[in-house]
């Protein structure tokens, strides 16, 4: 094998590996930003509040606590709201249940925190007990852990992609200041389009066959990365494989 | 009193037929007999009116306590209505009580089932996603805790019923004994009352009796007075004569019958009439038809029945000395019969209420009066 055509292999599969662990990490953040968005969405803080009162003091409640910090909704909900909701969910639950004949629940508050407030929801909840006093209140402290967890994983990707590009930026200006210095760029020996293209070939083989194929079965509640960040990719990876092609003539 | 009086008129009568005693004597003695009559009488007036007045207060006292009786009877009927009323409430509390238990029981088998079901639910719910599981399990929680409520209300409430139930049975209890004692108040007073009306029918057959003795003591005070208005005429000269000499030693006379002294000579307190009677002679108890014999010989000068002292004896002895014997079962001799010291006259006759029998005795010297104790031997 000519050393042309050997530095053009070592230029597909460098490309091959780079594409397979970018398209991961892509992947990665996204299923993670998903997962965080999925969460968010479901999580509420239920409040509860220990007596029957009006729509008037509901209402009221309802500003107080929306004026509280880290509150991004609050929906007053009525007791025949709540067992009408449960009747349609579980019918057999509310039948078993209410032997007594009268609706045990007390009106609520759903309360949707913001994003930074997610985190801090003990702090939030003493808070709202000045507001009213609370006869019980109700959230997931597991989906809570999940949705920081997942947050946290996002970041870290976006971090770690962040740095790759910074190392494939400093790889490709590498490569320019050399060419530059032979000058040698733009002419045809120097042959950056063929690897760069066997480069891009090799990222979008990656994609095909490692992530594409292989996960199109699976549900479709995953998400795959978006267009632009993919051409970014093909584009980086093009111009990793010339910057490690390219040599003075 | 009615046995001095009468054997004193018919000692008088017989006497005034037999006695040698003068006529100033015997008038004398008459008049003292009816002065003593009278006195006799008066007291029997007082008696009546004094019993009288018992009789009446004795009515008063019997309407009092006709009032208590019924004011006690309403009491008991009171206390019977309340007692069945308590009765009636115990038994309404503890079914109520046992209708309490049953309720509870059938909570707590429910709050138990909604435990269950609100534990299972927690342990198999999604603790990542889903806020529909938290709806769910306040709705059990609420739930059960409203059972919670319920049941400690139900417990509330038994508690309190049974309460309520043991004061009902120790009011009951109390009922029971004020209707005890009550009831023993009405018999009581019911007692009270039969016991003043007998008290009110004794006094009543005291006053029919006292009545009766007034009258016997009116016949006898107008017997006595005919005598002393007859001793005023003119006597024969035997009757004038003077007083024979008195020949009986004391103790030296024969029992009558063989007894005790049931009433002895004299002034004597009645308890049964509450008042003095002077008994002319003494009353023996003996057997019944025991011989009656002749306390010194003579002869019998009257042989018969006389008022209401049944057979009467007269026997003269002599010297002034006459004995009478009343109240004889039989007489075994007759008017004119001589008769030995000792010897059987009569039978003593039956007192009526027991099997013994009794024999009245007088002793007189002329138309006085003597203590036969004195003058009988002593036994």
């Known amino acids: 094998m000519s050393p042309r055509r050997s530095q053009l292999v070592f230029a597909a599969l460098l490309g091959l590996a780079v594409g397979v662990s970018g398209e ?18 479901d999580f509420r803080v239920l409040l509860f509040l220990r ?29 025949q709201e709540q067992l009408s909701d449960l009747r349609r969910d579980d019918p057999e639950l509310v039948e078993s249940v209410m032997l007594v004949g009268d609706n045990p629940l ?28 609370f006869a019980d209140a109700r959230y997931k ?104 092609c390219a040599r003075p003539e | 009193m009615r ?99 049953q309720a509870s029981a059938y909570w707590h088998d429910a709050l138990a089932a909604d435990v269950r079901r609100h534990a299972w ?9 889903g806020r529909g599981d938290l709806w ?21 409430v038994s508690r309190q019923t049974a309460l309520a139930e043991a004061e009902s049975r120790r009011k009951a209890q109390e009922l029971s004994q004020r209707k005890r004692l009550a009831q023993q108040e009405h018999e009581t007073t019911q007692q009270e009352y039969e016991r003043k009306k007998a008290a009110i029918a004794e006094t009543h057959e005291k006053v029919a009796e006292a009545v009766a003795r007034a009258k016997e003591l009116e016949e006898s005070a107008r017997a006595l007075t005919r005598l002393i208005r007859a001793l005023r005429e003119p006597r024969t ?28 000579f004299g002034r004597q307190r009645n308890p049964e009439l509450d008042t003095w009677v002077i008994n002319q002679g003494i009353l023996l108890q003996t057997a019944s038809g025991a011989a009656v014999a002749a306390v010194r010989g003579g002869k019998v000068i009257f042989s018969g029945p006389f008022r209401s002292y049944g057979q009467v004896l007269i026997l003269d002895h002599g010297s002034n000395l006459f004995s009478i014997y009343g109240e004889l079962g039989a007489l075994l001799t007759k008017k004119g019969d001589q008769v030995q010291p000792g010897e059987v006259i009569a039978k003593a006759g039956s007192d009526g209420a027991s099997a013994g029998g009794r024999l009245y005795f007088e002793l007189r010297r002329g138309t006085e009066a003597l203590d036969p104790l004195i003058w009988l031997k002593k036994p």
């Open chain 2, 121 to 129: 639910a927690q342990a198999s719910r999604n603790e990542f996603y």
């Open chain 1, 106 to 133: 007390t009106p609520a508050f759903e309360v949707r925190l913001a994003e930074g407030g997610i985190g801090r929801v003990t702090e939030w909840l003493t808070r709202a007990q000045s507001v009213a006093d």
């Open chain 2, 3 to 101: 046995a001095a009086g009468v054997i004193a008129l018919a000692g008088g009568l017989a006497l005034g037929a037999a006695a040698a005693a003068s006529a100033q004597t015997v008038k004398a003695q008459k008049r003292r007999e009816l002065t003593d009559v009278q006195k006799q009488l008066e007291q029997t007036r007082r008696d009546i009116e004094q019993y009288k007045q018992q009789e009446q207060a004795l009515g008063q006292d019997l309407q009092k306590i006709q009032s208590r009786t019924g004011e006690s009877r309403r009491k008991l009927e009171q206390l019977r209505q309340h007692e069945a009323d308590a009765e009636r409430r115990k038994t309404e509390l503890k079914a109520k009580l046992v209708s309490l238990g």
């Open chain 1, 141 to 244: 402290p597991a989906e809570v852990q999940a949705i920081l967890q997942a947050r946290f994983y996002a970041r870290f990707i976006d971090l770690a992609l962040a740095a790759a590009v910074c190392a494939l930026a400093a790889l490709v200006l590498a490569g320019l200041w050399a060419a530059r210095r032979a000058k040698s760029l733009w002419t045809r020996q120097s042959g950056w389009p063929a690897a760069a293209s066997a480069v891009a070939a090799a990222v979008a083989a990656a994609l095909v066959a490692a992530l594409l194929l292989p996960m199109r079965g699976l549900s479709a509640w995953w998400d795959f990365p978006g267009a632009l960040a993919q051409a970014l990719l093909v584009a980086a990876a093009a111009g990793a494989g010339w910057a490690l």
């Open chain 1, 51 to 79: 007596a029957d009162a009006d729509d008037g003091k509901l209402k009221v409640l309802a500003e107080q606590l929306r004026a509280l910090p880290d509150v991004d909704d609050v929906r007053p909900v009525g007791r």
């Open chain 1, 24 to 41: 991961t990490l892509l992947f990665l953040q996204r299923q993670a930003r998903v997962v965080e968005q999925a969460l968010e969405q």
């Open chain 2, 237 to 264: 000269a035997s009757a004038s004569k003077a007083r024979p000499h008195w020949d009986v030693p004391a103790n030296s006379l024969l029992w009558p019958a063989q007894g005790s002294v049931l009433k002895p």
């Open chain 2, 136 to 156: 769910a399990e306040a709705f059990t929680r609420a739930a059960a805790l409203e059972k919670v409520d319920l049941l400690l209300s139900l417990q509330g």
